[in-house]
Protein backbone atom coordinates (compact mmCIF):
# COMPACT_ATOMS: atom_id res chain seq x y z
CA UNK A 1 0.00 0.00 0.00
CA UNK A 2 2.94 2.42 0.43
CA UNK A 3 4.88 1.52 -2.36
CA UNK A 4 1.51 2.39 -4.57
CA UNK A 5 1.19 5.63 -2.84
CA UNK A 6 4.87 6.16 -2.62
CA UNK A 7 4.75 5.68 -6.99
CA UNK A 8 1.23 8.07 -7.15
CA UNK A 9 3.01 11.02 -5.37
CA UNK A 10 5.71 10.48 -7.66
CA UNK A 11 3.86 10.24 -10.42
CA UNK A 12 1.66 13.54 -9.59
CA UNK A 13 5.13 15.73 -9.27
CA UNK A 14 5.52 14.81 -13.54
CA UNK A 15 3.87 17.81 -15.23
CA UNK A 16 2.34 16.14 -18.43
CA UNK A 17 1.29 20.05 -19.47
CA UNK A 18 2.07 20.26 -23.31
CA UNK A 19 4.30 22.47 -22.75
CA UNK A 20 6.32 20.34 -20.15
CA UNK A 21 5.78 17.36 -22.43
CA UNK A 22 7.71 19.12 -24.98
CA UNK A 23 10.23 20.36 -23.03
CA UNK A 24 11.17 17.12 -21.80
CA UNK A 25 11.31 15.48 -25.02
CA UNK A 26 14.23 14.54 -26.76
CA UNK A 27 15.39 16.70 -29.59
CA UNK A 28 14.48 13.89 -32.03
CA UNK A 29 10.94 14.18 -30.51
CA UNK A 30 11.08 17.69 -30.52
CA UNK A 31 12.13 17.77 -34.29
CA UNK A 32 9.19 15.68 -34.82
CA UNK A 33 6.99 17.77 -32.98
CA UNK A 34 8.07 21.12 -34.32
CA UNK A 35 7.98 20.01 -38.39
CA UNK A 36 4.19 18.24 -37.21
CA UNK A 37 3.03 21.87 -36.05
CA UNK A 38 4.99 23.65 -38.81
CA UNK A 39 2.78 21.43 -41.21
CA UNK A 40 -0.31 21.21 -39.38
CA UNK A 41 0.22 25.73 -39.57
CA UNK A 42 1.11 25.69 -43.06
CA UNK A 43 -2.30 23.29 -44.09
CA UNK A 44 -4.50 25.47 -42.34
CA UNK A 45 -2.82 28.78 -44.23
CA UNK A 46 -4.01 26.98 -47.07
CA UNK A 47 -7.33 25.80 -46.26
CA UNK A 48 -8.09 29.30 -45.76
CA UNK A 49 -6.64 30.48 -48.37
CA UNK A 50 -8.13 28.16 -50.79
CA UNK A 51 -11.35 28.74 -49.34
CA UNK A 52 -11.53 31.99 -50.09
CA UNK A 53 -9.68 31.80 -53.35
CA UNK A 54 -12.59 29.02 -54.96
CA UNK A 55 -15.16 31.32 -53.29
CA UNK A 56 -13.96 34.34 -55.46
CA UNK A 57 -13.45 32.31 -58.36
CA UNK A 58 -16.90 30.77 -58.60
CA UNK A 59 -18.51 34.40 -58.05
CA UNK A 60 -16.26 35.54 -60.76
CA UNK A 61 -17.39 32.78 -63.28
CA UNK A 62 -20.65 33.14 -62.19
CA UNK A 63 -20.22 37.47 -62.78
CA UNK A 64 -18.66 36.48 -66.25
CA UNK A 65 -21.15 33.76 -67.52
CA UNK A 66 -24.25 35.91 -66.22
CA UNK A 67 -22.72 38.99 -68.92
CA UNK A 68 -21.98 36.41 -71.40
CA UNK A 69 -25.01 35.06 -72.07
CA UNK A 70 -26.63 38.53 -71.62
CA UNK A 71 -26.16 39.14 -75.19
CA UNK A 72 -23.56 41.76 -74.96
CA UNK A 73 -21.35 42.14 -78.37
CA UNK A 74 -18.22 39.84 -77.48
CA UNK A 75 -16.44 42.85 -79.37
CA UNK A 76 -17.78 45.02 -76.42
CA UNK A 77 -17.15 42.61 -73.85
CA UNK A 78 -13.66 41.32 -75.30
CA UNK A 79 -12.87 45.41 -74.84
CA UNK A 80 -13.86 45.91 -71.13
CA UNK A 81 -12.00 42.71 -70.42
CA UNK A 82 -8.79 42.38 -72.34
CA UNK A 83 -6.75 44.60 -70.01
CA UNK A 84 -7.48 42.89 -66.90
CA UNK A 85 -9.65 39.68 -67.00
CA UNK A 86 -11.71 38.93 -63.55
CA UNK A 87 -12.20 35.17 -64.18
CA UNK A 88 -10.38 32.06 -65.81
CA UNK A 89 -13.85 32.21 -68.20
CA UNK A 90 -12.82 35.69 -69.27
CA UNK A 91 -9.47 34.72 -69.19
CA UNK A 92 -9.88 31.92 -71.42
CA UNK A 93 -12.69 34.30 -73.69
CA UNK A 94 -9.97 36.86 -74.21
CA UNK A 95 -7.17 34.84 -75.50
CA UNK A 96 -9.62 33.10 -77.81
CA UNK A 97 -10.87 36.43 -79.03
CA UNK A 98 -7.18 37.65 -79.32
CA UNK A 99 -6.34 34.58 -81.81
CA UNK A 100 -9.72 34.98 -83.08
CA UNK A 101 -9.34 39.05 -83.84
CA UNK A 102 -5.39 38.01 -84.96
CA UNK A 103 -6.38 35.68 -87.55
CA UNK A 104 -9.02 38.00 -89.20
CA UNK A 105 -6.23 41.09 -89.04
CA UNK A 106 -3.65 38.89 -90.79
CA UNK A 107 -6.48 37.52 -93.37
CA UNK A 108 -6.51 33.88 -93.08
CA UNK A 109 -7.67 32.06 -95.56
CA UNK A 110 -8.12 28.59 -94.10
CA UNK A 111 -11.69 27.94 -91.81
CA UNK A 112 -9.94 25.15 -90.81
CA UNK A 113 -6.59 26.41 -89.83
CA UNK A 114 -8.13 28.88 -87.83
CA UNK A 115 -10.78 27.04 -85.91
CA UNK A 116 -7.68 24.47 -85.37
CA UNK A 117 -5.59 27.56 -83.79
CA UNK A 118 -8.87 28.68 -81.72
CA UNK A 119 -9.17 25.24 -80.26
CA UNK A 120 -5.33 25.09 -79.02
CA UNK A 121 -5.14 28.58 -77.78
CA UNK A 122 -8.43 27.76 -75.78
CA UNK A 123 -6.62 24.38 -74.13
CA UNK A 124 -3.43 26.75 -73.34
CA UNK A 125 -5.51 29.59 -71.55
CA UNK A 126 -7.64 25.99 -69.67
CA UNK A 127 -4.20 24.56 -68.88
CA UNK A 128 -3.00 28.24 -67.16
CA UNK A 129 -5.63 28.52 -65.43
CA UNK A 130 -5.99 24.99 -63.74
CA UNK A 131 -2.33 25.66 -62.11
CA UNK A 132 -3.52 28.08 -59.96
CA UNK A 133 -6.74 25.95 -58.95
CA UNK A 134 -4.46 23.25 -58.14
CA UNK A 135 -1.48 25.06 -56.85
CA UNK A 136 -0.53 24.09 -52.98
CA UNK A 137 -3.22 20.92 -53.27
CA UNK A 138 -0.06 18.62 -53.50
CA UNK A 139 1.00 19.57 -50.13
CA UNK A 140 -1.86 18.83 -48.26
CA UNK A 141 -1.80 15.29 -49.83
CA UNK A 142 1.55 14.56 -48.27
CA UNK A 143 1.09 15.97 -44.98
CA UNK A 144 -2.18 14.02 -44.74
CA UNK A 145 -0.49 11.20 -45.94
CA UNK A 146 2.82 11.50 -44.32
CA UNK A 147 2.11 12.97 -41.01
CA UNK A 148 0.37 10.14 -39.06
CA UNK A 149 3.62 8.47 -39.76
CA UNK A 150 6.19 11.07 -38.40
CA UNK A 151 3.98 10.76 -35.60
CA UNK A 152 4.22 6.92 -35.50
CA UNK A 153 8.21 7.51 -35.63
CA UNK A 154 7.86 9.91 -32.66
CA UNK A 155 5.85 7.10 -30.91
CA UNK A 156 8.39 4.74 -30.97
CA UNK A 157 10.91 6.58 -30.20
CA UNK A 158 9.24 8.16 -26.94
CA UNK A 159 8.19 4.24 -26.38
CA UNK A 160 12.21 3.31 -26.69
CA UNK A 161 13.05 6.31 -24.28
CA UNK A 162 10.54 4.79 -21.82
CA UNK A 163 12.29 1.25 -21.96
CA UNK A 164 15.63 2.75 -21.79
CA UNK A 165 14.44 4.78 -18.95
CA UNK A 166 12.96 1.45 -16.82
CA UNK A 167 16.42 -0.20 -17.97
CA UNK A 168 18.67 2.52 -16.58
CA UNK A 169 16.58 2.90 -13.35
CA UNK A 170 15.91 -0.66 -12.94
CA UNK A 171 12.27 -0.09 -11.91
CA UNK A 172 9.18 0.29 -13.51
CA UNK A 173 8.23 2.80 -11.09
CA UNK A 174 5.05 5.12 -12.83
CA UNK A 175 7.21 8.09 -13.09
CA UNK A 176 9.78 6.32 -14.62
CA UNK A 177 7.78 5.25 -17.78
CA UNK A 178 4.70 7.64 -18.10
CA UNK A 179 6.51 10.88 -19.28
CA UNK A 180 8.53 8.75 -22.37
CA UNK A 181 4.76 7.32 -23.30
CA UNK A 182 3.27 10.50 -22.80
CA UNK A 183 5.85 12.47 -25.10
CA UNK A 184 4.70 9.05 -27.98
CA UNK A 185 1.08 9.90 -27.73
CA UNK A 186 1.43 13.22 -27.43
CA UNK A 187 3.81 13.25 -31.50
CA UNK A 188 1.08 10.77 -32.80
CA UNK A 189 -1.83 12.95 -31.84
CA UNK A 190 0.44 16.20 -33.34
CA UNK A 191 0.30 13.65 -36.45
CA UNK A 192 -3.47 13.21 -36.52
CA UNK A 193 -4.04 16.96 -35.61
CA UNK A 194 -2.30 17.73 -38.76
CA UNK A 195 -3.22 14.66 -40.82
CA UNK A 196 -7.26 15.07 -40.48
CA UNK A 197 -7.72 18.70 -41.61
CA UNK A 198 -5.35 18.20 -44.05
CA UNK A 199 -7.09 15.24 -45.91
CA UNK A 200 -10.65 16.33 -45.69
CA UNK A 201 -9.28 19.60 -47.20
CA UNK A 202 -7.72 17.98 -49.91
CA UNK A 203 -10.21 15.75 -50.87
CA UNK A 204 -13.01 18.62 -51.05
CA UNK A 205 -10.45 21.52 -53.00
CA UNK A 206 -9.32 18.46 -55.51
CA UNK A 207 -13.75 18.19 -55.90
CA UNK A 208 -13.92 21.90 -56.27
CA UNK A 209 -11.36 22.22 -58.31
CA UNK A 210 -12.22 19.54 -60.79
CA UNK A 211 -15.81 21.18 -61.04
CA UNK A 212 -13.99 24.74 -62.08
CA UNK A 213 -11.84 23.00 -64.52
CA UNK A 214 -15.18 21.52 -66.01
CA UNK A 215 -16.57 24.31 -66.27
CA UNK A 216 -13.81 26.06 -68.03
CA UNK A 217 -14.01 23.21 -70.13
CA UNK A 218 -17.65 23.43 -71.07
CA UNK A 219 -17.31 27.46 -71.51
CA UNK A 220 -14.34 26.71 -74.44
CA UNK A 221 -16.09 24.47 -76.12
CA UNK A 222 -19.53 26.39 -75.89
CA UNK A 223 -17.33 29.02 -77.10
CA UNK A 224 -15.58 27.43 -79.51
CA UNK A 225 -18.91 26.19 -81.44
CA UNK A 226 -20.14 30.02 -81.34
CA UNK A 227 -16.90 31.03 -83.07
CA UNK A 228 -17.35 28.03 -85.32
CA UNK A 229 -20.72 29.07 -86.31
CA UNK A 230 -19.49 33.40 -87.29
CA UNK A 231 -16.75 31.17 -89.56
CA UNK A 232 -19.16 29.52 -91.20
CA UNK A 233 -22.21 31.74 -91.58
CA UNK A 234 -19.80 35.05 -92.34
CA UNK A 235 -17.10 33.06 -94.70
CA UNK A 236 -14.07 33.78 -92.42
CA UNK A 237 -15.08 37.19 -91.91
CA UNK A 238 -16.68 38.77 -88.36
Request: aromatic residues 10%; proline residues 2%; charged residues 20%.
Amino acid sequence: MEALQATGAAASEVDFSLFSLFMMADWVIKSVMIGLLWASVWSWAIIVDKWFSFSRARREMNRFEKIFWSGQSLEELYQALSDRPTSGLSAVFVAAMKEWKRSHEQGAASHIGVQVRLDKVLDVAITRETEPLEKRLGFLATVGSASPFVGLFGTVWGIMNSFQSIAMSESTNLAVVAPGIAEALFATALGLLAAIPAVIAYNKFSADANKLVGRLEGFADEFSTILSRQLDSQGGAR
